[in-house]
């Protein structure tokens, strides 16, 4: 009853192409809580400029079993060291600029650093947890990202921001995937008739069937009455078929009302077609 799994590893590109650099990180925690981000999307590729603490057993303990992100960390004494091979940078920024700078929402800049990793590694940077980037760091990168989070409380946690990133990178994968191959990572799977759910949708006439089962029993415990009948089964009608009901389903609610015609001494209505209790619970078992 579930959807297949999404890839565990994500492509090539996106978990070493893409580097996460973080500048002078000052809490330990945070790089293992980035490295964690990084693992859950699918990223490796983790570069720390100078931290102040690295490694320790503070990070290794956030990193909650992503230990294999942090042990391939490449530590270096310097920006420009981090970023010297990239063909691409973007830097985190939530201040505005006296020059104003290429601005990019987080969707976009993953569209851009999955573009650009054709031509090399692309490097997307955070700075310091209480001041971020320099204005000569932001200076470096082609585009700023910009998390259009709450202005009333738009500050981040360095290793929520980065989840944000790699999150977006993470869908721009997966919506390639879709394109290319035709493959439903991304679809929803919400009623019968979606691929991956259990039990296909009741035909029209079982539904129907059900409806008169619903309306007899009602009649039999003196809920209804046909002769003044409201608008009560329309109501119900439009109630069930909004749901969706699966063949499956539909067994079991008429099973039920089977077992309210019993406890109520009265005969099953359409006993060739309705389903008995036992009989819905035998085929239930075989689906839940």
């Known amino acids: 009853m579930h959807k297949p799994a999404l890839p565990g590893e994500g492509s090539e590109l996106l978990s070493t192409r893409i580097r996460i650099v973080l500048v002078e990180t000052s809490h330990s925690g945070n790089i293992g809580a980035v490295a964690r981000a990084m693992k859950n999307m699918g990223l490796s590729n983790l570069w ?157 006439r079982d539904v129907e069937g059900f409806f008169e089962h619903l309306e007899q029993v009602l009649v039999d415990v003196d809920f209804h009455r046909r002769d003044k009948p409201r608008q009560l089964m329309t109501r119900l009608r439009r109630l069930f078929q909004r749901a969706g009901l699966d063949q499956m389903e539909v067994n079991i609610l008429r099973g039920i009302l089977t077992a309210v015609q019993k406890a109520a001494g009265k005969p099953a209505a359409g006993a060739g077609e309705s389903t008995s209790p036992a009989a819905s619970r035998e085929q239930e078992d075989k689906h839940v």
């Open 48 to 204: 720390l400029v100078s931290p102040v603490s690295f490694p320790d057993e503070t990070s290794y303990a956030r990193s909650s079993g992503a230990a294999d992100v942090l042990d391939g960390a490449r530590v270096v004494s310097s920006l420009d060291e981090a970023l010297a091979d990239c063909v691409m940078v973007m830097g985190t920024s939530a201040r505005g600029r006296k020059v104003p700078w290429p601005v990019i929402p987080p969707p976009e800049a993953a569209r851009k650093a999955h573009e650009a990793t054709a031509g090399g590694d692309v490097a997307l940077v955070f700075g310091r947890e209480n001041s971020g980037l320099t204005n000569e760091e932001l200076q470096r990168c082609h585009f700023h990202i910009h998390i259009p989070s709450n202005p009333d409380y738009s500050s981040l946690n360095l290793a929520m921001a980065v989840q944000v990133l790699c999150y977006e990178l993470r869908m721009d994968y997966l919506r390639s995937l879709e394109e290319g191959e035709q493959r439903p990572y991304l679809g929803s799977m919400t009623a019968p008739g979606d691929e991956g759910w259990d039990v296909a949708p009741a035909p029209v």
